[in-house]
């Protein structure tokens, strides 16, 4: 790497940092270039974050050094970086719902005329339309940000940053809630950004991406660095075994090819607004993908079996039995699971614990006269846990503290452990790292190969190419296909998709 | 890799149980201990055994509102109710609790029948109408003061029979049966909400009440559970209340709640939901029952007592949320 | 009056609340009635006594209840003058705040009378009891069951209202009379019973057998603390007096378990309240200033007070 052209705009040499006696950061270092995009990958727990809360201010190092355009840089906060040119577009996106696009860009930093404290809006107003053209993003600087959709907000918050007049940009998975024209669209931003000699750091988990937007990559890996590569260099199984420290010979297992009963039909399904006239079987056994645009109306449709929303128009059959699902309470007992795509909305409970969460859907079956027996409690979520393979501190503690793949984990314990026939997920993956990606995929492979019916909807096509037997495809609302076997591919389903 | 897993384990102790159960309760149990050492200090006759059996029995009513009002705000609700219900179940209970009427178990089963009813209502509205908790219990909390007027038609109802007035007044191997009746039920509840699956969904609806609807729990049931559970104890309370007082008073228990509110706040239960315990609760009850009865045998001027009150409230939830973080 | 008294409130605050009413001017006198708070057994009382007469001498009323809130206490009395009534009566809810309702209804050539309490701003009339007497009375029968030697408890109503400044104030001119007598606590019970026998819990605690007597503000108290003291085995020894002879005070004090309360009459109050308020109205001469006597109440004469 010190072959590459000289004066980095930041340069970090061995920088540490512990928590409580865990080495978070282990001698860690990274070089980064003016008009660069320079990939972070590693699995969740790797130390990207730390580093990326070092170089915004957010923690301290407990050694190294940070060299920011050629000076050295100590006793940083969050105005400082901020003020020499650092910003972070956050997965969590921070905004203020019931301010408007402008008041969010300029929010701690809003002008005054006349008085003190008297806002000035009139210049923010010109100053966000002025910087939105400069992006080329359609958006009205007075909506309000609780109007606007994911992609849109993202967007403000690359305002926002190059406001700031930002020469290194940190984007942490900016493109797990975007649909792929959005993403198309921040691309097109980003190689602009890089014209304009600013450094991009790009924290994301999609290989497709980094193959797509990355110059260089650095790999951390447990704390520690382990290695910097031109991105054209890298391809996707060495980066895997850079990533995991071990090679993971194919990301989605071999199907087997048992087949059995159709054990739930959606006849004519219809919810106005959200879908039409949906139609289709899921058999004991298969894999059945739901796939679409975002907004296509696949999560509605999830949540209607299940009994989140109700079912306006048509049928349900469970084992060719009519049935009425009114809530999810229904659906369990029907022997439906669903895994939402929305891990902390409809997922974890904040302050409850690995155990606790596990058995909310089967706490039943741990029960005696209403009182909960601790260990038929414990010995069920310990062995979902080894059974998962889920990294904990203990059954006691928080769901909230996991990684993102270790959360997704419990919950799919907390389905399993009700026993469900179908099982329904959605987006299984979103925002978990690679390893445990593969593991979610092999897992749905052994339920399926236990004869459970799995439905599942993604955004990302690999998964789908990867693991579905068959593909319904949806778009604004309306099925438009039913595709198996050989008919699967890339291709079909975008077109099926994007047909009105 | 293993290292770091095997550290993290290490660090397993401090994790959601302990804090909850010990930690969280251990800054206000430090008050709690604190203030009673300084009040021992400056009055001798605080700790004695007469003594702490008066506060144990003057605790008992705000105790019992508390605990109930624990409940609902861990599913994230809140109950201004109970004062109001307090006054329908204790004058309920006194018009038919005269000497030579009827046998004890019809005025007890009647305010609690009283309470149920008014809490499931409270429940019932919140869960069909999605209107706040808030609003819908500020809403019964009027109509609850009517209906004591109407039942009582504005005057107290004394001459209760004796088998009644037991209740609040009476002993049991010189224990005075309010405190009887405050030790019975905070057992009751703490397994409630420790070891029933009722209590576990309690945590979960308000941690997460789409996460707790999506794991198949019914919503509506809980909080109609909580907010039923919440009127029987405020009966309980009323009944005690009106059985000490030989009285059914139409304006009794005026303020109530935001006594119960405060010493379940005291206590760690967190107001947006989804954690809290009986233990906290019972210590908050103590605490608020402690300091007034220390200012009282002090005789400190009723105007410095509500300042001292509200300054020790928000120190000791100061307290604990230092302790929390730290 | 079983169900009737909520339902006419009701009646009441509704049509009060409509100023456009067509029967304000009919034959009979119209007569607009704020009182302190129809929570109150003793107004509560004073309000039916006036009901009573009333309808005897064929005026019609309109009663509100203030809820003890003195601002509400001046809506009503702007919408009576609104609603044009011949006469106002007032039970006032404090004695400065509600003082504009007295202006406003002599601004507007409305007479108006105030029962039980007084205001800053002098009304048209005042009907009703020197709560200082009453103070005064209670303490003199402690100092007389003492013999003008002991220790003395005080418990206050809420602090501030007038019937507690005025009670206080009889009670502290009589033991300013006696040295012997000594103040030896005294702090707010609420006008609650239950508030008040906490109180009296806590301090025989802090006094034990120091307490010799406890002078209670009102009955509601004075009940509290004679159950504390009946709990604690200590009644005999403690006399224990308080002020408006509840039904409830009474029993207990046939009982001796209550030494004795001082009478406020309801029944007097309510019905000279009417009949004063109708001289004016008929423009009869009439007495500025009513004054009903309290009268101690003790078991050598309980009989005459209970019904």
């Known amino acids: ?352 614990s690995v155990q606790h969460t596990m058995t909310l859907s089967s706490l039943r079956d741990y029960t005696r006269g209403g009182f909960i027996d601790e260990k038929d409690e414990r010995a069920a979520a310990s062995r979902m846990t080894k059974d998962l393979r889920i990294k904990t501190a203990g059954l006691s503690q928080p769901v909230l503290q996991l990684s993102g793949g270790n959360q997704q984990k419990v919950l799919i314990g907390k389905t ?63 099925q438009t296909a039913v595709l198996s076997g050989e008919e699967i591919s890339q291709e079909t389903i975008m077109q099926h998709a994007i047909q009105r | 890799m293993k290292e770091t897993f095997a550290s993290t384990i290490t660090q397993a102790k401090n994790t959601y149980q302990t804090r909850v159960h010990s930690l969280g309760v251990f800054g206000i149990l430090l008050a709690f201990v604190v203030i009673c050492a300084a009040l021992a200090l400056t009055t001798p006759r605080f700790l004695t055994v007469s003594n702490l059996t008066i506060i144990l029995t003057q605790v008992s009513i705000n105790a019992l509102l508390a605990f109930g009002v624990t409940f609902v705000i861990i599913t994230g609700g809140i109950d201004l109710s109970l004062g109001s219900m307090v006054a329908v179940t204790g004058v309920s209970a006194a018009l038919f609790a005269h000497p030579d009427t009827y046998p004890l178990m019809v005025p007890l089963g009647i305010a609690l029948a009283a309470g149920v009813a008014m809490g499931g209502f409270n429940g019932l509205v919140i869960t069909k109408s999605k209107v706040p908790p808030f609003i819908v219990t500020l809403g019964t909390m ?129 107001t947006s939901g989804g954690s809290g315990t009986m233990t906290g609760t019972l210590i908050g009850a103590l605490l608020i029952g402690v300091i007034s009865n220390g200012l009282d045998l002090l005789n400190v001027t009723s105007y410095y007592q509500e300042v001292v009150m509200g300054v020790i409230i928000i120190g000791a939830v100061v307290l604990d949320g230092l302790n929390r973080k730290g | 009056m079983k169900f009737f008294l909520p339902a006419f409130i009701l009646v009441a605050a509704l049509i009060s609340c409509n100023p456009s009413n067509d029967n304000a001017k009919g034959d009979k006198p119209l007569i607009g009635v704020s009182m302190l708070s129809m929570q109150n057994e003793f107004i509560v009382s004073v309000s039916d006594e006036m009901e009573k007469k009333a309808e005897a001498a064929g005026a019609e009323l309109i009663v509100v209840d203030a809820e003890r809130s003195a601002l509400k206490q001046i809506e009503q009395v702007e919408s009576f003058i609104a609603q044009g009534v011949d006469a106002i009566i007032m039970n006032p809810c404090e004695v400065e705040a509600s003082s504009p309702a007295v202006t406003k209804a002599l601004a507007a050539g409305i007479p108006i009378i105030n029962v039980n309490s007084a205001t800053a701003t002098k009304p048209t009339a005042f009907v009703g009891s020197d709560d200082v007497e009453s103070g005064r009375i209670a303490m003199e029968y402690i100092a007389k069951r003492l013999d003008g030697k002991g220790n003395v ?133 009439y007495k500025k200033e009513v004054l009903i006597p309290f009268q101690l109440v003790t078991m050598e004469n309980v009989a005459e007070f209970k019904k």
Request: hydrophobic content about 45%; overall charge neutral; charged content about 20%.
């Open chain 1, 1 to 352: 790497m010190e072959s590459m052209s000289s004066n980095p705009i930041l340069l970090v040499k061995s920088l540490s940092k512990s928590f409580g006696g865990i080495k978070a950061l282990d001698e860690v270092q990274f070089v980064l270039h003016r008009g660069e995009v320079h990939a972070l990958m590693g699995e969740n727990g790797a130390g990207k974050s730390t580093l990326m809360k070092i170089l915004m201010g957010l923690e301290n190092a407990d050694s190294g050094e940070i060299i920011f355009a050629g000076e050295p840089w100590e006793s940083r906060d969050v105005r400082d970086s901020l003020a020499r040119g650092i910003s972070m577009i956050h997965q969590e996106l921070l905004v203020v719902p019931e301010l408007s696009v402008a008041e969010n860009i300029f929010l701690g930093r809003e002008n005054t005329r006349w008085l003190p404290g008297w806002l000035d809006d009139q210049s923010i107003y010109l100053k966000t339309k002025k910087l939105l053209a400069e992006l080329g993003v359609a958006l009205d600087a007075r909506a309000k940000m609780k109007y606007l959709s994911v992609a849109e907000i993202q967007m403000v918050e690359i305002a926002k940053a190059i406001s700031h007049d930002a020469q290194v940009i940190i984007m942490d998975e900016p493109t797990s809630a975007l649909s792929d024209k959005e993403v198309a669209a921040l691309f097109r931003i980003i190689k602009d950004l890089k014209a304009e000699g600013v450094a991009i750091v790009y924290i994301s988990h999609k290989m497709e991406e980094i193959a797509q937007i990355a110059d260089t990559v650095t790999v951390l890996r447990d704390g520690k660095y382990v290695g910097t590569k031109p991105a054209a260099e890298l391809d996707q199984n060495t980066l895997i075994k850079m990533m995991v420290g071990r090679t993971i010979d194919s990301l989605f297992p071999e199907a087997s090819d048992q087949r059995g009963e159709v054990i739930l039909s959606v006849k004519n399904g219809s919810t106005p607004g959200k879908f039409h006239n949906i139609n289709f079987d899921l058999r004991a056994g298969e894999v059945l993908g739901l796939a679409g645009l975002m907004g296509a109306g696949r999560t509605e449709v999830a949540r209607a079996i299940f009994g989140l929303d109700s079912l306006a128009e048509g049928e349900i059959f469970i084992k060719n039995k009519k049935t009425t699902i009114r809530s999810p309470e229904e659906a369990i007992r029907q022997g439906i699971g669903y895994v939402s795509e929305d891990r902390k909305g409809w997922g974890c409970i904040p302050g409850m």
């Open chain 1, 416 to 478: 399993l452990l009700a026993e469900p026939e179908i099982i329904i997920f959605d987006e299984p993956t979103r925002g978990i790292d690679i390893g445990a990606k593969h593991e979610i995929y092999k897992l749905i492979r052994q339920l399926t190969a236990q004869g459970i019916a799995v439905l599942l909807i993604s955004s990302e096509l690999p998964e789908i190419l990867g693991l579905c037997d068959r593909v319904v495809v949806l778009s604004q609302g309306r």
């Open chain 2, 142 to 270: 009027t109509i609850g003061r009517g209906l004591a007027l109407i039942l009582s038609k504005g005057r107290p109802i004394s001459n209760l029979s004796d088998a009644f007035n037991f209740m609040g007044g009476g002993q049991v191997f010189g224990i005075p049966f309010p405190i009887v009746i405050l030790v019975v039920i905070f057992a009751l509840c703490s397994i409630l909400l420790r070891k029933t699956i009722w209590g576990r969904y309690m945590y979960a609806v308000g941690g997460n009440e789409q996460a707790a609807r999506a794991s198949g729990i019914s919503v509506a049931k809980v909080k109609m559970l909580v907010y039923a559970l919440s009127g029987a104890l405020a009966a309980l309370a009323g009944i005690v209340l009106t059985s000490r007082i030989t009285t059914g008073q139409p304006n009794a228990g005026q303020g109530f709640e935001l006594d119960a509110i405060a010493a379940a706040i005291i206590g760690g239960t967190s």
């Open chain 3, 153 to 285: 408890i005080m418990i206050h109503g809420y602090m501030g209202q007038a019937a507690q400044i005025q009670r206080e104030q009889g009670a502290r001119e009589v033991l300013k009379k006696y040295p012997g007598l000594k103040l030896l606590a005294h702090q707010t019970g609420e006008w609650d019973r239950a508030k008040s026998m906490s109180l009296m819990e806590n301090w025989i605690q802090s006094y034990g057998n120091k307490i010799n007597a406890v002078f209670a503000q009102n009955d509601e108290m004075g009940m509290g603390a004679v159950k504390a003291l009946e709990a604690a085995g200590m009644k005999s020894k403690v006399v224990v007096v308080s002020i408006d002879a509840i039904p409830d005070a009474l029993q207990a004090v046939k009982k001796g378990t209550l030494d004795a309360t001082v009478f406020q009459n309801a029944a007097q109050q309510g019905s000279q309240a009417i009949e004063t308020t109708l001289k004016i109205v008929n423009k009869q001469p």
